[in-house]
């Protein structure tokens, strides 16, 4: 009987551990959507003309990209699909390659985007397309949307 209870205990908290390594991979992968979106967020005013440029919020936006794709990756383990109000569309296991290559881009993105931008006029060319063609399709293909 004593066999049985620890063989039960162990399967507990094996469960729990999993449960826990999932919903800790969708926090963090969270975290790193809400810090690409205040990077985002610092640099949309200018985009729109309704905040004067300014180069160091700029890198800085880059430099975040840069880091948190590098991080990013490595949060979508097989175990963390579903919970935690997580809005990772199943294509992302369906079509890891494809979903690290999208990552792989945005992180080039912006590495040469840092390099570009050196003036409010770099910047308007350059950034518009970095975030249409990053952030905006990374939303449609890899993201539920809400309603679905």
Known sequence: MK?????????LSVVATFAVASTAAIGE???????????????????KGEAPFDLPTVQKALATYQEN?????????????TGE????????????????????KFKADAKAASVAIIDEASFKATMPNVVKNNCGSCHEAWRIKDGQ
């Open 85 to 104: 109000k997580t809005s990772a569309s199943p294509k992302i296991w369906e079509d890891m390659a494809g979903f690290l290559a999208a990552n792989e």
């Open 3 to 11: 066999l049985q209870h620890a063989v039960l205990a162990l399967s």
């Open 69 to 81: 794709t590098t991080k990013f990756v490595t949060l979508f383990p097989d175990d963390s699909k």
């Open 29 to 47: 992968r969270q975290q790193v959507m809400k810090s690409n979106g205040a990077a985002t967020k610092s640099i949309m005013g200018m985009l």
